[in-house]
């Protein structure tokens, strides 16, 4: 259950941003799918995302349950005369434990390029949020926490690329950096960085200045931040904006749902080569398969593992630790890249797509097959000189 404000990044600021994230991707699943161009055009990153941290609320809930069970336990023995005393303490999980229960649900759970991405970002702030095993967390560990977590998803990618979710965490953290005060002053400027970066990924990503938007993931996250806002301040943010993404060209106007980003028109700097996937280049077709498996296996083994997939596909994604980890590539030979997880450990939970198929990584009753929508915006106007501003924006 939800509670904000929350003060101090604790155990229930956990499970209350995860619910939160959580409701906010739900409400911006259908619209994240509808701009998601990149690596692959499959209109599918809104739903990856909700169903990665769809995983990481259900772990978060298992530890919450866990825990008051346990104190119901300590009750009952209690009433018998033993140790009541210790029975407050059970009901509450650690920082630590909620922490690392959301980073291990959203791995296990990660779909897509875009979620594995996700769920390295809250392994890496889980890995600092629990470090010293403390009961909560203040703003300067927030810091540290955004800032490992947006270099470890970095490393986590074999090729990355600006313009992308990496970009728009990268922002974050270095807002976030710049921001002194208590976990809600943090996460606003972190927040507000990333708005600002993700205004400007069309700038970055050739891809994306063609479709007309803005990065898919890299909105994901943006959602995801707002409601780490809305946890710390009872605030919630809405995406003035950034909340569909249609994006004019690199004059600087962002026209409809991306038109005012806190006044922030998208960079003119350097676009980022598209090297991590052919299917950013027009004409030039993608690797046919996602493959996508849970891994038991070495971290020597794990690096071999990555050498041999960036040799068979691109958007290969490698994230984990401590024995477990998830992997995603995209490949022609889909054979290959499970025999490679073979090799280096005990694959298991192997999920392959073939892009032909339509909607990926979703089945049975997890999301239904639904034709891709066409939208189209009728406009009646009364007068020729609103008919003329109209067709000055666009209409035709």
Known sequence: MAQVPQTFFDALAVRTWCGLALETLGRAREEIDAINVYPVADGDTGTNLYLTVESAVAAVEAVFAGHAAG???????????????????????????AARAMAHGALIGARGNSGTILAQLLRGMAQVLADDDTARADGRCLRLALRHAADSARR?????????????????????????????????AAYDGARTALAATPGQLPVLERAGVVDAGGRGLVAVLGALVETFTGERERTRGV????????????????????????????????????????????????????????????????????????????????????????????????????????????????????????????RPPRERAQRAVVAVVPGEGLAGLYAEAGAT
């Open 243 to 366: 909340a569909g993404s249609a994006y004019t060209g690199p004059a600087g106007d962002l026209h409809a749902r991306v038109e005012a980003v806190d006044g922030h028109a998208p960079a003119d700097g350097a676009r980022g080569e598209c090297a991590d996937s052919a299917a950013a280049v027009p004409g030039q077709e993608g690797p046919a398969f996602e493959v996508i498996y849970l891994l038991e296996a070495e971290d020597a083994a794990v690096e071999r593992l990555r050498g041999r997939l960036d040799a068979l596909g691109d958007s290969l994604v490698v994230v984990g630790g401590d024995g477990l980890w998830n992997v995603h590539v995209h490949v022609d030979d889909a054979g290959a890249a499970v025999e490679a997880g073979i090799e280096a450990g005990r694959p298991h939970r192997i999920r392959i797509t073939h892009f032909g198929a339509g909607d990926v990584h979703t089945t049975g009753a997890e």
């Open 71 to 97: 104190a119901e336990a300590a009750m009952g023995a209690g009433s018998e005369g033993a140790g009541v005393a210790d029975a407050g303490g059970a009901g509450e999980p650690t920082l630590a434990d």
């Open 156 to 188: 986590a990618v074999a090729h990355p690329v600006e313009g992308t979710v990496l970009t728009v965490a990268s922002a974050a953290a270095d807002a976030a950096d710049g921001a002194e005060g208590d976990c809600g002053t943090v996460v606003r």
